[in-house]
């Protein structure tokens, strides 16, 4: 991408086309952009997900999935979208749970990081701004779990399901 505001649209474009459903449309316009320069993680994704969800008209296949996933990956090692896209991709196409959850843990580990990143720079805006009985009331609320409200009931589910089923390992 030769500059961020490009970059910028690019993204919008494919977000948009996606929300329409238009995979075949983001694959061509990803494609004239491989010609030109070298993707970043961000549009290798958008790939990935898109050859997965396309109609199959065009001239890819679920191999070019996961490539473009493993080279937003190798791109860069810290992208928790294309880490976790890669992770789900091994999970489900690839029947590799072994390496998936390899992935899935790397993740999470990132993300854990981020979050408490997160949580510190909040505490210390709090601190500056209004002191220190908002940044305690803060950082008391902020251990609990990170997760929304309809997150927190996907794995209550998930926990449910598993404690139920007589035949889990």
Not at 107 to 136: F, K, N, P, Y
Request: charged residues 25%.
């Amino acid at each position: 991408m030769a500059d961020g505001y490009m970059l910028l649209e690019t993204i919008n474009r494919i977000r948009s086309l996606a929300q329409e459903n238009k995979y075949d449309e983001i694959l061509n316009l990803i494609s004239l952009l491989e010609k030109s320069e070298h993707l970043p993680p961000s549009i290798l994704v958008w790939k990935g997900v898109s050859i997965q969800l396309s109609s199959g008209k065009t001239a890819v296949n679920l191999n070019d999935a996961e490539l473009a996933f493993r080279m937003a990956v190798d791109i860069d090692s810290r992208c928790v979208e294309a880490i976790l896209e890669l992770a789900w991709f091994l999970y489900a196409v690839r029947d590799d749970a072994i390496e998936a959850v390899a992935l899935f843990e790397q993740a999470l580990a990132i993300s854990r990081q981020q979050a408490a990143d997160s949580v510190i720079g909040v505490i210390q805006c709090l601190l500056e701004m209004e002191g220190r009985q908002h940044a305690l009331r803060y950082l008391k609320e902020s251990l609990n779990p990170i997760y929304s409200s309809e997150d927190a009931c996907k794995l209550a589910k998930l926990k449910h399901e598993i404690e139920m089923n007589a035949n889990g390992k």
